[in-house]
Nanobody, 117 residues
């Protein structure tokens, strides 16, 4: 599976952004799509994920109630709607795909989100 993330940018605290992740290739083998992020000087962390067929979602505690993950199967695209953004949300955001067996193993190139205070 090949992944192309987009939608990052600069936003003020309290603002919103929507990230997109377009998938191509063997999407039929994908069980779950996820978003991760890596802030400067920190390790990459899990943000949210969604099953490709059933739409079951999962969120990190730090983004619950502010971020919403969704998918458009017809267009092989996953979205991350980010509201009430905080400076600590500043990071490079990566989308990833997980097959039915195994961990997240396909990664997009990352898109930078910068939240100013």
């Amino acid at each position: 599976v090949q992944l192309q993330a987009s939608g990052g940018g600069l936003v003020q605290a309290g603002g919103s952004l929507r990230l997109s992740c377009a998938a191509s290739g063997r999407t039929s083998s994908t069980y779950r799509m996820g978003w991760f992020r890596q802030a400067p000087g920190k390790e990459r962390e899990y943000v949210a994920s969604i099953t490709w067929t059933g739409g079951s979602t999962s969120y990190a505690d730090s983004v619950k109630g502010r971020f919403t993950i969704s998918r458009d199967n017809a267009n092989n695209t996953v979205y991350l709607q980010m509201n009430s953004l905080k400076p600590e949300d500043t990071a490079v955001y990566y989308c990833a795909a997980r097959p039915y067996s195994g961990p997240f193993s396909s990664w997009g190139q990352g898109t930078l989100v910068t939240v100013s205070s």
